[in-house]
């Protein structure tokens, strides 16, 4: 229903942005006119005035629509960089209904300020759904990782830290919140993070494993190699999907055979992160992989893959890791 291309995103941004009494009235009616794009549009960049006149009639809206407007405007900010939705997310961050207040937390991923790291460490601890937790303990690792680079002020980023060590070393502490504890805390250099990844590599839940080798990743930490290149070809998509990743993230030249085979294969997300991640790890080999996907991208005619491989190899020729550590001298190209 609300799966626009890149050409109807670029007409969204030509049109005039309607007046905040024809988005209220679109809102309050319903119907058609709630389907306009237009409507997404002028949501973006709203003032704090207009969030006081939007905040009752948002409220009065059935949850079910609610959850639609709120899951679709959260993908819309992901895809569309000029949209912004910061006054929006806050507004919605307050919401009743736990999967808007999910979709918020995703709104607001461009938003570094404090003030917003303050209100994810409360849901983190405080929130009533759990799931609800998971995505503001997950969004803690952003500031996690502004820590380390020195570009957040080390005693809020040490706030995050200790809200995520303290989720991960609770046991009764639920599951899922404990997994992205332990996502978010691997953005860190704290000396527990190794330790935990084992725990969590070794935990008998697939998904907890599978956290595990996403932090390995996240650490940026060339001793996690072996363990990564051996779950590259692990049988749980899952568990595949996350070494792919990681395999990208510490730029391991010696996975881009298998990478560009995962690129070929039935599952559609783990074709597309095995491409970023070939061009994140970059060197001759890996171009030389992507024009080949390339190639048979264009003979299927399938433009949307075609264009993650080119933004791939983009990268790969620009910041490829042209590291001849690894010897693969028998990866035929």
């Known amino acids: 229903m609300f799966d626009y291309d890149d050409d109807e995103q670029a007409e969204l941004r030509r049109r005039e942005k309607p007046s905040l009494d024809v988005i209220l009235d679109a809102l309050a009616t319903g119907g058609e006119k709630l389907l306009s794009a237009n409507i997404f549009y002028g949501l973006s960049g709203l003032s704090p005035e207009e969030i006081d006149r939007l905040r009752p009639i948002w409220r009065g809206l ?3 629509r609610r959850r639609t407007l709120s899951r679709h405007i959260a993908d819309l900010s992901e895809s569309d960089f000029e949209l ?30 404090v003030t917003l790291l303050s209100r994810l460490i409360k849901m983190a601890q405080t929130d009533q759904s759990n799931d609800v937790r998971a995505a503001a303990m997950a969004e803690l690792g952003r ?6 680079y020195e570009e957040l ?18 046991k009764a502490e639920d599951f899922h919140v404990r997994r992205r504890a332990l996502e978010a805390l691997a953005n860190s250099s704290h000396d527990s993070v190794p330790n935990a990844i084992l725990e969590a590599y070794n935990h008998p839940e697939l998904l907890m494993k599978a956290s595990a080798v996403f932090a390995m990743g996240r650490t940026c930490n060339t001793r996690w190699t072996d363990l990564v290149m051996t779950e590259l070809g692990s049988s749980e998509p899952e568990i595949q999907f996350e070494a792919a990743r990681a395999a990208g993230e510490l730029g391991l030249s010696q996975a ?8 070929s294969g039935d599952d559609a997300e783990t074709r597309e992160v095995a491409v970023w991640s070939l061009g994140e790890i970059g ?13 048979e991208a264009e003979e299927r005619e399938d433009d949307d893959f075609l264009e993650l491989i080119e933004d791939a190899l983009a990268n790969a020729e620009m ?3 042209l590291d001849l550590e690894f010897d693969d001298s028998d990866d035929d190209d």
């Open 62 to 64: 059935k949850d079910e």
């Open 84 to 113: 912004d939705y910061g006054e929006f997310g806050v507004l919605v961050l307050d919401d009743d209904d736990p999967e808007v207040r999910k979709a918020a937390i995703d709104m607001l991923w461009i938003d570094n300020s």
């Open 143 to 148: 500031f996690i990782l502004l820590g380390e």
């Open 153 to 170: 002020p080390e005693r809020e980023a040490q706030r995050a830290q200790q809200v995520a060590i303290k989720a991960w070393n609770d």
């Open 256 to 263: 881009v055979r298998y990478l560009a085979a995962l690129a």
């Open 283 to 295: 060197g001759d080999k890996a171009v030389n992989r992507l024009s080949a996907l390339a190639e």
């Open 319 to 321: 910041f490829g890791n």
